[in-house]
């Protein structure tokens, strides 16, 4: 069984991340296949809408495999290669929104920040705690989508007191469109908005998202030394003490800064 599911139907393209026995976290393999897949659609005039979801229940995408930043020589190179990816779903001219049923984080949270719409049920929880898993950073471009899309207050709360954010908190914010009650209901709404975008001016959406995605790239530009700040994180005694732990299955012990 694959770990994207792909469907295609009257004009939406379905995916899902098919992983549920390591709550639907992202291999090098699915950000591969991702990547092409973006490329393909972003020229496919049949496809209107995207829809991502994850498999099993429990979450969207709890992040990204660990044990692929343990089997890459450069992970600022592998980290660049993953904001490209996200990159590459944030352009696409149709309209993208992230169904999420259930933990929403790490790199899960960073694809459902790239899509234009996202809705959830009222269990999914969202948020980066980093601080207290690997001891990373984000890239500042992924950072700012999460600003732009939850606000800075809640932005803060998840990276600074490694606090998730539930989804009633996520609505009151302006992050979801929806906040529903089940499962159930989370595919009813997600079928309403398909409906209703797929009878909706192409031209109006097209050139909606031109509009964003050129603010976009204005405002949420990474800063000229950002490859060197994220050398000396995934360098540092942090990043190497957070695998380990989380690799063995312990809580990490960090240094001082």
Known sequence: MSDLLIERRDGVLDITF???HRRNAFTRAMYGELRQLWIDTAADREVRVVVLRGAGGQAFAAGNEISDF??????????TWI?????GLFALPQVTIAAIDGVCVG????????????????????????ARTLGN??????????AAVFGESLTREMLLASRLVGADRAYTAGALLGCVDDRDALDREVASLVDGIVQASPVTLRVTKEQ????????????A???RVLREVYGGPDFAEGVRAFLAKEKPVFGKD
């Open 83 to 87: 904001r490209e990816m996200l990159d």
């Open 107 to 130: 790199g899960g949270l960073a694809v459902a920040t790239s899509c234009d719409l996202r809705v959830a049920t009222a269990a999914s929880r969202f948020g980066y705690p980093i």
């Open 212 to 223: 964003l995605l050129a603010r976009a790239r204005v405002v949420e530009s990474a800063p």
């Open 225 to 227: 030394d950002e490859e």
């Open 137 to 146: 950073a984000l890239s500042a471009p992924v950072l700012y989508r999460c």
């Open 70 to 79: 343990v089997e890459t020589d450069d992970v600022v190179e592998y980290e």
């Open 18 to 20: 098919n992983r549920p």
